[in-house]
Nanobody, 125 residues
Framework: QVQLVESGGGLVQPGGCLRL?????????????IGWFRQAPGKEREGVSCIRVSDGSAFYADSVKGRFTISRDNAKNTVYLQMNSLKPEDTAVYYCAAKPYYCSDYRSPREYDYWGQGAQVTVSS
């Protein structure tokens, strides 16, 4: 069974950090690109980052560039999103998703074949 499972969400103060994990089962990530999306209440789903698992090529939305870092551990079939200098506006449910090979059009949810269940990230004092 193909599955993506996110973990690592939680409550953090502004300026703090969290690391999200996206673990894949039922398939290997080598031939996929993994995107991270977030969705705040009343807002559209926003693509924030993508990594091409085969070579580690990474892409970031302007809203997170310089604060978030995407990485992968091929041996663990897992992708991570390290989030630093968190702001209240980063509060959202974060999803990982898989699409074939490349990060082209990575910010479009329609490009992705598999989705995780989501992890809540709340940035608040």
């Amino acid at each position: 069974q193909v599955q993506l499972v996110e973990s690592g969400g939680g409550l953090v103060q502004p300026g703090g950090c969290l690391r999200l994990s996206c673990a894949a089962s039922g398939f290997t990530l080598d031939d996929f690109a993994i995107g991270w999306f977030r969705q705040a209440p009343g807002k559209e789903r926003e693509g924030v980052s993508c990594i091409r698992v085969s070579d580690g090529s990474a892409f970031y939305a302007d809203s997170v560039k310089g604060r978030f870092t995407i990485s992968r551990d091929n041996a663990k079939n897992t992708v991570y999103l390290q989030m630093n200098s968190l702001k209240p506006e980063d509060t959202a449910v974060y999803y990982c998703a898989a699409k074939p090979y490349y990060c082209s059009d990575y910010r479009s949810p329609r490009e992705y074949d598999y989705w995780g269940q989501g992890a809540q990230v709340t940035v608040s004092s």
